[in-house]
């Protein structure tokens, strides 16, 4: 099958490859119908990351399942799925718990896996034809049949969750002002989960246009950083007393906000500090890791950050951190598109085949383009 591989940093082909199988009675077999790109797939196509030549990249994936193992009970061959990039098997501590993001039965050794990323297990990514599902029963969500809500569905598996969770981990309640770092597709969907969430005034940073543009239409305030200190911007706008909630979604690779070329990989953490006011929480799902290769100075390399943690103290502030348990989440969205009171698709700018992935790997990291959110659809490309 055709699948976008991993070559070296800033280079990925569409290559042909080994198609998958049942390895285990549990599993189904997915043809792909829509797969994304995320923004953290970048950290390894940049080289961030322990990453090597060959991976297949993909973790937010939908398609129709074509073979099904003698084990799996729910799901039937014609079904319409997504699957969380979150690998789980279901009943493990954590499973049980609710915490499907940190898994501790599908990669050993580690708590969590995932398609198609470096160090979160065995399983092959769905920027492909075709996906290995294992766990079907618990890792498949059943989608209405057809092609209605593709760009909607596909976007379950992933980033409309995460947005949700950051305002789950900072507690975001009605009526509630909340200031989001970061305006690429979770941080948007951050924005748009606290949204719907009730927020009364919704803050969103950054400095790309056609990111803080789609942020005002949603109806969040836009919030340049090259403009002057973001901190300082929403606390003139809420009396100087700052938000009650904030949302990292910008993670290790943050700008500093003076020389954009610079990365200060702490900048988001320390400016939230200083944006939310005092007892108020912070949700952080931006990405931070114990290894950079690429880090800044080497504390920066080990996930080593110099954070205001003495501030964060002194305003009795609290933090809630970690990639999204998806399946917390995603069946409750699902419904939420289905009934019409939720369209997340309105941050993918392009729907292209799988042989374009070079040219929107390229672009996406570029932020040229208006590229914002890019849906791969293998076979064919649907209507944008």
Do not use: W
Not at 106 to 113: D, E, H, I, L, M
Not at 156 to 177: K, M, R
């Amino acid at each position: 099958m055709k699948a976008v591989v991993y070559e070296k940093p800033f280079s990925v082909a569409v290559r042909d490859v080994d198609d998958p199988r049942i390895e285990h009675p549990n599993d189904v077999l997915v043809r792909v119908t829509s797969t994304a790109i995320c923004g953290s797939d970048l950290h390894m196509y940049e080289g961030r990351t322990a990453a090597e030549p060959g991976i297949v990249f993909g973790h937010e994936n939908l398609g129709v399942i074509e073979e099904i193992g003698s084990g799996v009970t729910s799901l039937s061959v014609g079904d319409r799925v997504v699957m969380p990039f979150n690998v789980a098997c279901g009943f493990c501590k954590n499973c049980l718990a609710g915490e499907t993001g940190f898994c501790l039965t599908v990669n050993p050794g580690f708590a969590g896996g995932a398609y198609g990323y470096v160090a979160m297990g065995p399983y092959e990514g769905g920027q492909a034809e075709h996906l290995r599902v294992p766990f079907a029963d618990f890792n498949c969500l059943k989608l209405p049949a057809g092609e209605q809500f593709e760009t909607d569905f596909v976007l379950l598996a992933d980033i409309f969750p995460t947005g949700y969770h950051g305002c789950e981990l900072a507690q975001v309640a009605p009526g509630e002002s909340v200031a989001v770092y970061g305006a690429g597709p979770v941080g948007l969907m951050a924005a748009y989960s606290a949204l719907l969430r009730g927020a009364s005034q919704v803050f969103v940073v950054d400095r790309v246009p056609e990111r803080l543009a789609k942020a005002e239409e949603i109806g969040a305030v836009p919030i340049d950083f090259t403009k002057g200190d973001p901190a300082e911007q929403i606390r003139a706008q809420t009396r100087g007393e700052g938000t009650d909630k904030g949302v990292d979604a910008v993670g290790y690779q943050a700008q500093a906000h003076d020389d954009t070329s610079h990365e200060e990989p702490a900048i988001v953490l320390n400016a939230l500090v200083e944006t939310v006011r005092a007892t108020g929480r912070l949700g952080v799902p931006g990405l931070y890791v114990p290894s950079d290769p690429g880090g800044p100075d080497e504390h920066a390399k080990h996930g080593q950050l110099l954070v205001s943690i003495g501030k964060m103290f002194e305003k009795g502030q609290k933090m809630g951190t970690g990639q999204c348990n998806v399946k917390r989440y995603n069946r409750q969205l699902r419904d939420l598109i289905i009934a019409g009171r939720a369209k997340p698709s309105f941050v993918v700018s392009h729907e292209l085949p799988l042989d374009q992935a070079p040219q929107a790997y390229e672009k996406f990291d570029k932020r040229i383009e208006g590229y914002t959110k890019v849906v791969l659809h293998p076979g064919h490309a649907l209507a944008a």
